[in-house]
């Protein structure tokens, strides 16, 4: 059977470090004009030397390969924190905020903590933590004191806003 093109060796070792490295280095050339204004192909040019240099030394190639996927997924988080907190900080109709300014840190805080959490149970690390810090409590007991500290925060955060800003 043949091996589909999108994860042969030769596209992902090869291609891809070739294309991301060659782009980069045309956009930086292009919006910084270091090389002058007017002159594409010459960033063209910069840019393909550097792509070839790259895929030529296997060490250099390697680095690039394993930060990839490492970026894809930092992307992909803060790509899903921006929308979540984005959810919580638009403006309603009117010209007041849709929620007073402490209170979106305080949602920001509690998502972001949240895919902190929901990171480590989704790469297994959650299963290790109570082990290192369990001091014989069961891990009900630190499940529970999590929750209640939430809660805490959330009743402390609401009172402390309970106005509308003015100013």
């Given at each position: 059977?043949?091996?589909?093109?999108?994860?042969?060796?030769?596209?992902?070792s090869y291609?891809?470090?070739?294309?991301?490295?060659?782009?980069?280095?045309?956009?930086?050339?292009?919006r910084?004009?270091?090389?002058?204004?007017?002159v594409?192909?010459?960033n063209?040019i910069?840019?393909?030397v550097v792509?070839?240099?790259l895929?030529?030394?296997p060490?250099?190639?390697?680095?690039?390969n394993q930060?990839?996927?490492f970026?894809?997924?930092?992307l992909?988080?803060?790509l899903?924190?921006?929308?979540s907190?984005?959810?919580f900080?638009?403006?309603?109709?009117s010209t007041?905020?849709?929620?007073?300014?402490?209170?979106?840190i305080?949602?920001?805080?509690?998502?972001g903590?949240?895919?902190i959490?929901f990171l480590?149970?989704?790469?297994?690390?959650?299963?290790?933590i109570p082990g290192?810090?369990s001091?014989?409590f069961?891990?009900?007991?630190?499940?529970?004191?999590l929750?209640?500290?939430v809660i805490?925060?959330?009743i402390i955060?609401?009172?402390k806003?309970?106005?509308?800003?003015t100013?």
């Amino acid at each position: 059977m043949a091996e589909p093109v999108f994860i042969s060796p030769f596209f992902v070792s090869y291609i891809l470090p070739f294309v991301l490295v060659f782009t980069i280095v045309f956009a930086i050339l292009q919006r910084t004009k270091l090389l002058g204004d007017n002159v594409k192909q010459i960033n063209a040019i910069v840019g393909l030397v550097v792509g070839l240099i790259l895929i030529s030394f296997p060490f250099a190639r390697n680095i690039v390969n394993q930060l990839m996927p490492f970026l894809a997924v930092i992307l992909v988080i803060f790509l899903v924190f921006m929308l979540s907190y984005g959810f919580f900080s638009r403006k309603n109709n009117s010209t007041d905020d849709f929620l007073p300014n402490k209170l979106k840190i305080v949602f920001a805080g509690l998502l972001g903590l949240g895919l902190i959490i929901f990171l480590l149970i989704i790469t297994g690390v959650w299963d290790k933590i109570p082990g290192l810090i369990s001091f014989n409590f069961s891990k009900d007991f630190w499940l529970n004191a999590l929750l209640f500290l939430v809660i805490v925060i959330s009743i402390i955060a609401v009172l402390k806003n309970k106005g509308p800003e003015t100013g």
